[in-house]
T-cell receptor, first 111, second 114 residues
Framework: DAKTTQPTSMDCAEGRAANLPCNHS???????VYWYRQIHSQGPQYIIH???NNETNEMASLIITEDRKSSTLILPHATLRDTAVYYC????????????FGQGTELSVKP | ETGVTQSPTHLIKTRGQQVTLRCSSQ?????VSWYQQALGQGPQFIFQ???????GRGNFPPRFSGLQFPNYSSELNVNALELDDSALYLC?????????????FGDGTRLSIL
């Protein structure tokens, strides 16, 4: 299982883009990069996932480097409600659906 | 589309007791995973059920057991409760067997052991 490394905490001004980095230098070819976030007292919320190509949905964009050793989650216009812990996870088809959560990045969006 | 629901939301037990936590999966999902989240930590994988069979287990003792029913809902049972079992227990459902599909989580059951 590939290990991911994220900064412990980040701040972002409301209305600006939040760029959350993740390193996964040991990722294997069949492992996807998943992003979840957890707002206090709630369960983790799925945001986006990808394998090689950049992905975008209504919540965020995911940029994966060509060598797949790192990725960035982009929240284009952060709001106060985006304050949460963000988890980057590498998960493959051979892992039996086991998501391995690290400590994540605590994002604080400030007015 | 109904999301993942868990019951109860909060529970208080004493050491040595047994507890059953319940999870209703999201409509159309056939796979349920359970996680334990201690205060200040990320969730830890307990086990997963796919079509009523256990499909992977994390590093948890046998006193943690589970079931999945024909309607794909699930139970987590913990016997001989210990103080360290105090945590948020999360259930996640997904559509297994069709490639890489995201897991969708409920809001958990907060279990406190006195």
């Amino acid at each position: 299982d590939a290990k991911t490394t994220q900064p412990t905490s980040m701040d972002c001004a409301e209305g600006r883009a939040a760029n959350l980095p993740c390193n996964h230098s040991t990722i294997s070819g069949n492992e996807y990069v998943y992003w979840y976030r957890q707002i206090h007292s709630q369960g983790p919320q799925y945001i986006i996932h990808g394998l090689k190509n950049n992905e975008t949905n209504e919540m965020a964009s995911l940029i994966i480097t060509e060598d797949r050793k790192s990725s960035t989650l982009i929240l284009p216009h952060a709001t106060l409600r985006d304050t949460a812990v963000y988890y980057c996870i590498a998960e493959g088809l051979n892992q039996g659906g086991k998501l391995i959560f690290g400590q994540g990045t605590e994002l604080s969006v400030k007015p | 589309e109904t999301g993942v629901t868990q019951s109860p939301t909060h529970l208080i037990k004493t050491r040595g007791q047994q507890v059953t936590l319940r999870c209703s999966s999201q409509s159309g999902h056939n796979t349920v995973s359970w996680y334990q989240q201690a205060l200040g930590q990320g969730p830890q994988f307990i086990f997963q059920y796919y079509r009523e069979e256990e499909n992977g287990r994390g590093n948890f003792p046998p006193r943690f057991s589970g079931l999945q029913f024909p309607n794909y809902s699930s139970e987590l049972n913990v016997n001989a409760l210990e103080l360290d079992d105090s945590a948020l227990y999360l259930c996640a459902s997904s559509l297994g067997g069709v490639g890489n599909q995201p897991q969708h989580f409920g809001d958990g059951t907060r279990l406190s052991i006195l």
